[in-house]
Every structure is written in C-alpha cells, then in structure tokens.
C-alpha cells in the first residue's frame, strides 16, 4: 500500500497555493533564466570552437614594418608555418568609427556571411554584424569616409574578431566605436596603400594539441622569425583578446550565472524549510499520534520533504523548457549584443540541465532533509504535547517590567521568529548584493569616464609609429635616412603640441594579469604633465598604484614585451591619471634608459587636433573617446545584465518578506484570535504581529548594506586585477544605497498592506475551534 | 499473561521540584481483556498509558507484552513494536485536516501488512456516508469516531485509549464507549483505557485504580455492564 499521506500534498498544495506560488515563479524564472544562458552560451561555443577548422582560424599574426620581400617569405615558411598575408587598413568614418578593412578572404579566417552577400565591387562592402547593430546599419546603407563610400551588401561574423579588440592591449574591445569590413580586392587598392598594415597569418604545419604547447611553438617562432624580419606586433592566437576573450567570458558568465542560481536555491530551501518547519508546528499533535501509530521518522522526514522536492522539480521541468525556448533566445540575443559570433545551432545540453535540474534538487535535499530531520528527533510524547523545540528546557528571556507591553510583546515576536529573520537577513544580502551591482555599475562606469576626463593629460595624444631602421643599429644608413623622414614627417606648427617620448613595458608581477605600462617621457617644464618632475624622479599614474598596491619609495620591475631584458624603478610619486596604467619620468631619463637619442620623441601632447603631420607616423590617438572606450563598452555589454540583476533583487525581497511574514502570522493565528475576542483592534495587532518584523526589515536591511559594500568592493577588485588589464576603481556611491534601502521599504510596504488585510480576515472563532 | 507490568517508576524534574508520578506499578493482563485505568488527575495515568504504548520511557521496571520485554527495546525497535501492536486513540482526535475520513482511516492501514477492510471499519463505525468529508465538515463524535477507525483498522493488538470521551458530550460519550466495546469484543483486541469517568469502570474486565503514583485497586469485573447500560 503506498502511503495515504501523499495524498494531502495536493491539498496542501492548493491549500497554501499562495507561498508556493511565489517560490515556484521565483524558481521557475531562475531556472529558466541560466538554462537559456547555459544552452545558449553552451550551443554558441560549439559554434565558435567548431569555427577553428571550419573557418580555418590563423594560429596567431605578426605585423611588419614594410611588407615582405619573396625571400623573407619563404624564409619563413622554413621555420615550419604556413604564412598568409591579410593586409589591412584602418578609415574613419564619417561617424568617426574607426573600420578596419580587410581584402574578403580566400584561405584564412574565412567570412561567416550572416545576411545579404558578399561584396562584388570596388563600392560595396560587408562588415561585421555586431558592429551594424551598434550602429544601427542596415543592408543598403552606406558607409562613407571622406570622399569615399560602400553600399552595405552583407552581414558578417570574422573569426578572429569574435570580439571587437581594435588593440590586444586594450582594456576592453569596442564594439561601438570600432568595426571590421572586407571589400573586393578591387576596392582594397583603391584603398590609401601607404596606410596598410603589413600583418601576416601563420598556421602551423603541426597543430599545437593545447595552449601551453602554442605558448611553446610560438615562444620557439619569434626570435627565429624576428631574424627574418623587423616585427612591430607578434600576436599568437591563444594571447589575441580578439579571438579568446569571448570564450574566457562565456566561461565567467557560466560561473556567474550558476553561481546566481544555487544562491537562489539555498535561499528558497531555507525559506522551505522554515514554512515546512511551520507546518510541523502547526502539526505537532497529528505528527505525535502517527509516531505514536507507529510512523517512523524516516516516513514523516519522506513526506515533508515531498513538498520542496515537488516544487523543484516542477520548476525545474517548467524553467528548463522556458530555458530552451523564450530565455535561450533572449541570452543568445545578449551575447549577439557583446560578441560578434556566427550563426547558431540550438544543441541539447545534458551538462545545462544537470546543472539547472539535478544540482538544485540535491541542493533543495541536503537542505531540507537536514534541518527537518533534526526537527523530527522530538519524540513522539513531545510532539503529542505540542512541544515543537528541540531544547527541552528552553530559558525564557526575562525582559524588564520597565520596558512598555507592546513593547515587550514586540520584543517576543522578534525571539519566537529569530530563525525567519536570519533567512531574511541572508536572502537580503545576496538581493541588496544583485542589487548594489546592477544599481552601482553605471555609477561606476559614469564616474570613471568623468575621471579621465578630468585627469586628461591633453585632450589628444598622439603616438607617433616610429621607423623600425631608426633603432635598429645594423641597418645604420637606412635608420638615418628614415629618421630625416621621419622627423620630417612629423613636423607640426600647431603651438599646442608637445613633444614626448613613450615605450611599452610590461608587469612581471605573476599575480596579476600581465599588463602593458605605458612609460611616458615627458619635457621637465612641461604644460601638460601637472607635477614637478625631477631628473631622477619615477612617477606612476593612480590607476597603476591602485591596483598594484604601489607607494613610494616602492619598486617595480617591468620587461620588454617579447624579450627577457627587465626595469627596475623606485616609484617616488604618484600622479592623478585614471586613463591607464603609466610610469612618467623625464624625457631624457626615458630616452637614456631605453638607449635613445637625448631628443628623441614619438608623442605629441596636445589640446587641439594636429593635423599637419604625415598620417602614417601616427599610430594611435589617445582621446576623449579611446579613453572613455572600456565603460561605454561595459555599460553596453551589461546594461541588460544589469537590469535583469535588479528585478531578481525586487523579486527575492518580495518573495522573503511575504513568506516570512505570512509563517509570522499564521503561526500566531490562534493568539491573534484569542487577542481579538479580548477586544483588541486590527490597528493594535498589526503593531504587535506586524511591526516587529517592519522593525527587523528595516534593521536587517541597514546591517546588510555595509556587509554588501565590503562584499562587492573585494570582488570588484578581485575580478579587475584577474579578469582585466587596466583599472577601473570601485566607487562607495551613498545615494544609490539610500535608492536600494527605500526599495526594499517600498517592496515591504506592500507586503505590510497584504499582512494587514490577513490580520482582519482572521476569524474570532478561530481560537475556539477544535484543533481540526 | 500478555501484558505483564512490573514495578515501573517514573519521575520528573530534579532536585527538590522532582515529582515521582509511578512509584512502583505492577499488574497484568490476559489477551482481550479490557481494562479501565481509573484515577485523578495527575494520578500518573497517563504517564502509565504512555509507557506502555512505548512513547515514554520508565525510570526504573519492565513491560512485558508476548512475552517481549520493552527495557532492552532501541527506539527503532520501539517504533516498530507500535507500528505492530499498538492501536492509540486521544481525546483530542488528532485527524490529519486535510485528509478524508476513509483517508485518515487508510493512514493507519499503511502501517500493517494485513489491514482490516476499510469499508467494513465505515460501516462498524457508522462512518460509511461521510467516507468523504473532511475532519472539520463532522462533529466532535464522528472525529472520534474516524480516530478510532485509524487505531483499529490495522487491527492491533493492543487498543490505548486516553480520555477518549473526555471532550465528548454524555450521549456521544456513550457512543464511542459502544464502538471500543464493539471492536474489544468483534476483533479480539486487549484494551487499556485511562478515564476519571468512574462509571466507566462497570463495562471493564479489569479495574486498576491509580492515585499518587501508585496502584490503589486491580480487581476483576466478575459481572460487566454494557456501554449501554453505563450512566453518569
């Protein structure tokens, strides 16, 4: 005979329809919600890691300085690679994007056309598909550059631009500002050619298995090809941001998401566990007659177990299925939102729905199971006397008579529902902790785009592209000869601009990612750096020494990009530069150190745009708008995430304070009724049975904002220092935790008019009735 | 003898609030008997009831029923002597809320291997045509009633019954009087049932008296009345 007590779960179900429905959406929304993401991120990976072969990925890239000559070449492909060339060049639009235009590619980084088609002359042009949606462009739109313009014909994904990092050494990619296109070899040379970007594909001949033999083939490949040829940028594909960090961040946002969801999970197994210990209170009689039968507490723990156990896995079914439909569209559309990706193929994700429908069912069990079974250790004598404690002689707290009634009566509600509490105080934390993350992000992100704005060295900085030959000793004649051309080349008349001189370290420190550092040489009177800067002094910009920890008098080593050789400074300032991470010295300290002329420069400072230099000198121009890249691009890419985080949050405060409050009253129902025959009114019952847990919500919300903050401040440091280079500091913003305190009160405020209305439906009979 | 009770002791509290409630109860009795626990209140009665229903340990004696004695029982074995001898009924009823009286009745037949049929428990009962109300849709009788019905449909050996009547009415008291009679004498079952209801004695075989912890009178009923026949 199966047991006849399930048959009450139904019942109980409809019965208490109320709470369960509340946990089920909660769960059901959660579930599906990282179903959907885990489906699509997991069906998107296949697509992207199938895109290696099927679009035949490059295993990384060099750039040269002038393009190479047949036997260069060939010399080459001796050190065993296949190399192919993909030349670029780089036009601003009329928009002022920036557009990197590659040839369409027949052999190497194949094109993922996603709509329209490829181009067909010199006019036309595709571009890449993210980039067109941040732009708002469609097929038969224009794209027009000075005199030039290409008619949109197709959509595309690149293969390595999966995500838009115009530079590896970025912070960020820019998916907004910067886009890649392919036009027909036609249109390619009709293209400025002395702008080309001599860049290179290698493949290897064998196929490195793992990422620590590429580390190896390609540590093997550099010095022998720099033998062959003066290399200005060596990218393997296992650095190339470009091509890797879209993978690196599904991954994140995998452990992120189910992180956020076995949160929830052990959230609504403590809020379970705490209506179902309720219900045993409330049954303590029933449950001490059928231990008294002969029920053993195995059968009792099995049936009050059932309940959460069906709930989850009702939403479990109910939020995976929403997963593969409704929520995979959406997440996919979030990632189409960051990453330039191709097309897709929904695939059945075993591991997803272990993750979404195993993990929190075990979750819901060991919670459940555990604490209930404690609860079912009274014994069958002390449940049948309506004893519910596990504590035999449980103290009473003795509160002074000084204290007003309705006070100490208060203060006996607070003590009866101490476990209710600690469940709001932990639900709170991680909604106030969502919370304070979706609200304090474009806090953050506004307030550092404000900072570097302030701090601003010049309005522009221009990074001249110095001649290789000039510094290179074997090649004397040819670096003398472009070093005229080159001085000449960038000879200005603009009054504003200042010259400096700038090398590329970077950070040795292995627990940190690596970072680039800018090394600035900057004039002793200069009128842009805003410090007194002395022949032996080493300044380090704030962003720098915030996120390494750096004072003065401390010493940092840096290292030369692709060779061994290091730099030690002592730090003896820090200078207010949030644009990046930076060393500034004086300019003929840098030059001797970097075994430079004493007048050597290849950087200009200035407040107003140079336009009378050769363009080919110049290599990147530091503006309002590069510097500001990193959070205009942050606040794209999460601004969705963001506001999904803050529904959660409101979401998880209402579920908790409903919950909790209605156990409150219905465990006191019987007083409540008693106290109303007594005459009491709904107006004083609400201050004896309402207030107190308004009075712990308030209380509980106030203990959590600081825990929050001190929370969310070590991950914010955690995930800049590990996940990104660059530094973006956290900010402590006290309106925003005022915005998130008045909207828990707010969401409570409505649970007090529902708990309210409860307190007048309480029936006066209720507490003359039978047990029954 | 099937029931054998030695000289059980049983105290609460420490020091000078300890109260000795059994101070040393022996008797026993035969397969079928049905015996009256009589006495004021806080004469241990239920204290007595309790321990040997197995849900409260004595301090100091044994309980022996078939021969099985309870001291050396774990609380495993203890849990599946009730589930295997014991039928208990209380005075307040106890019913699961939300159950059906044919389903609180089939809670207790769970817990046997050879239940008695649930229909003829209905009908014995009188509870036939509210098989599908719910515990709060009857009156105070019919619960007790559907109580007794989830006691003895797993057809016990032993029937514990504490102030079964003590929430009922005269007339409804004497009905379930009638029904514990009834099931004492159509299913065989020994029952031990504690009262202050003096005139409850009339219809026992057997009569233990308790008052201050101790047995005051065991006599054997050489004439019974019927439940029928009681007054009070």
């Not at chain 1, 009792?300 to 109910?318: C, D, K, R």
Request: aromatic residues 10%.
């Amino acid at each position: 005979m199966r047991n006849p007590l399930r048959k009450r779960l139904l019942r109980d179900l409809a019965g208490d329809a109320g709470k369960y429905i509340v946990i089920f959406v909660l769960m059901v929304l959660s579930i599906g919600l990282i179903s959907g993401f885990l489906v699509a991120a997991n069906s998107m990976i296949y697509a992207y890691d199938e895109g290696f072969e099927k679009y035949n990925v490059e295993d990384g890239h060099f750039i040269t300085a002038k393009k190479m000559n047949t036997a260069q070449a060939l010399a080459v492909e001796d050190l065993g690679v296949r190399v192919g060339e993909e030349f670029y060049i780089e036009v601003e639009t009329d928009e002022s994007n920036t557009l990197r235009i590659y040839p369409v590619r027949e052999s190497v980084n194949l094109l993922c056309l996603m709509d329209g088609r490829l181009p067909e002359n010199g006019s036309e042009i595709v571009i890449d598909r993210m980039h067109a949606d941040n732009n708002k462009l469609k097929i038969g739109d224009t794209i027009t550059s000075g005199s030039r313009s290409w008619t949109v014909t197709g959509f595309v994904a690149f293969p390595d631009y999966s995500c838009l990092f115009s530079n590896n050494s970025d912070s960020m990619f820019d998916a907004i500002r910067f886009g890649v296109g392919a036009v027909t070899e036609e249109g390619f040379s009709a293209l400025d050619q002395d702008e080309r970007a001599f860049c290179y594909t290698w493949q290897y001949l064998e196929s490195p298995e793992s990422d620590e033999e590429a580390d190896r083939m390609s540590k093997d490949f550099l010095p022998a090809l720099m033998e062959e040829v003066s290399v200005r940028e060596y990218l393997p594909r296992y650095q190339n941001k470009a091509i890797t960090f879209t993978r690196d961040d599904f991954g994140n946002d995998r452990t992120m998401m189910m992180v956020l969801l076995y949160i929830i999970i052990v959230i609504m197994a403590f809020v379970m566990t705490v209506i179902v210990t309720s219900t045993i209170t409330k049954e303590a009689k029933v449950i001490g007659t059928l231990r008294a039968s002969g029920y053993t507490k195995g059968e009792l723990l099995l049936h009050y177990v059932s309940m959460p156990m069906i709930i989850t896995v009702i939403s479990a079914v109910i939020g995976n299925i929403m997963g593969y439909t409704f929520f995979k569209d959406f997440a996919a559309s979030m990632y189409y939102n960051s990453y330039s990706l191709p097309t897709f193929v929904t695939l059945w994700n075993a591991r997803a729905f272990i993750l979404t429908t195993v993990v929190p069912l075990v979750i819901m069990a060991v919670i459940t199971v555990t604490i209930l079974a404690r609860k079912l250790q009274i014994s069958p004598l002390r449940f049948l006397r309506g004893e519910t404690s596990r504590r035999k002689n449980r103290r009473t707290l003795r509160l002074s008579r000084k204290i007003p009634f309705f006070s100490r009566f208060r203060m006996r509600v607070i003590l009866q529902n101490l476990g209710n509490y600690a469940v709001i105080l932990v639900g709170f934390f991680f909604a106030d902790f969502l919370l304070a993350f979706g609200m304090l992000l474009p806090v953050i992100l506004n307030s550092f785009q404000e900072k570097i704005l302030d701090e601003m060295i010049a309005k522009y900085q221009y990074i001249l592209t110095v001649p290789m030959e000039m510094t290179e000793s074997e090649h004397k004649l040819e670096g003398l000869i472009s070093g005229v051309m080159f001085m000449r080349g960038v000879e200005t008349d603009n009054p504003d601009a200042e010259e400096f001189s700038v090398y590329s370290l970077r950070t040795t420190d292995a627990s940190y990612i690596t970072e680039d550092i800018m090394l600035y040489g900057v004039k002793d009177d200069s009128r842009y750096f805003r410090a007194d800067i002395g022949k032996e002094d080493v300044f380090i910009s704030s962003a720098y020494a915030e996120k390494f920890r750096i004072g003065p008098g401390d010493t940092v080593t840096l290292k030369e990009a692709y060779e061994d050789e290091t730099y030690t400074f002592e730090v003896t300032g820090i200078y207010d530069y949030s644009g990046g991470l930076a060393v500034f010295m004086d300019q003929a300290t840098l030059n001797r150190i970097m075994d430079m002329d004493a007048d050597f420069f290849c950087g200009y400072f200035s407040d107003t745009p140079i336009t009378d230099i050769d363009g080919k000198y110049i290599g990147t121009v530091l503006d309002q708008e590069a510097l500001t890249k990193i959070s205009r691009q942050l606040d794209h890419s999460f601004g969705d995430m963001m506001f999904i985080f803050e529904i959660f949050a409101v979401i998880i405060f209402f579920v908790l304070t409903y919950l909790m409050s209605k156990v409150i009253l219905e465990k006191n129902a019987h007083s409540i009724s008693m106290t109303k025959i007594m005459g009491y009114r709904n107006g004083e019952l609400s201050r004896l049975y309402i207030l107190p847990t308004t009075i712990m919500v308030l209380l509980i919300n106030l203990i959590c904002l600081p825990l929050v903050d001190a929370a969310l401040a070590r991950v914010w440091r955690y995930y800049i220092c590990q996940r990104m280079t660059g530094w973006m500091p956290y900010i402590r913003d006290i309106p925003s935790y005022i915005k998130m305190y008045l909207l828990a009160i707010v969401t409570y405020m409505v649970i007090t008019g529902i708990q309210y209305l409860r307190i007048r439906r309480i029936p006066m009979d209720q507490a003359l009735k039978n047990v029954e | 003898m099937f029931i054998e009770i030695q000289d059980i002791q049983k105290s609460f509290g420490q020091g000078t609030s300890r109260v000795d409630v059994l101070k040393g109860i022996s008797f026993s009795l035969d397969r079928g008997e049905f015996c009256v626990l009589l006495g004021p209140s806080g004469s241990g009665k239920s204290t007595l009831l309790n321990i040997i229903g197995g849900i409260d340990r004595p301090d100091a004696g044994d309980i022996a029923i078939g021969g099985e004695t309870m001291a050396s029982m774990k609380e495993k074995q203890l849990t599946l002597y009730r589930r295997k001898h014991l039928g208990y009924i209380f005075q307040l009823y106890n019913l699961i809320p939300n159950l059906t009286v044919r389903e609180n009745i089939e809670v207790g037949a769970y817990l046997s291997e050879h239940p008695l049929d649930v229909d003829d428990i209905l009908n014995t009962l009188g509870l036939y045509e509210h098989r599908r109300k719910l515990p709060s849709q009857l009156s105070g009788g019919q619960q007790q009633r559907t109580a007794i019905g989830r006691a003895i449909i797993k057809n016990p050996d032993i029937l514990l019954c504490d102030e079964p009547t003590g929430a009922l009415d005269y007339k409804t008291s004497k009905e379930i009087l009638k029904l514990i009679e009834t099931v004492n004498q159509k299913y065989g079952n020994t029952v031990i049932m504690v009262t202050h209801n003096t005139a409850i004695r009339d219809m026992a075989d057997h009569v233990i008296r308790l008052r201050d912890g101790v047995v005051r009178e065991n006599t054997v009923n050489s004439v019974k009345k019927t439940a029928e026949e009681l007054e009070w």
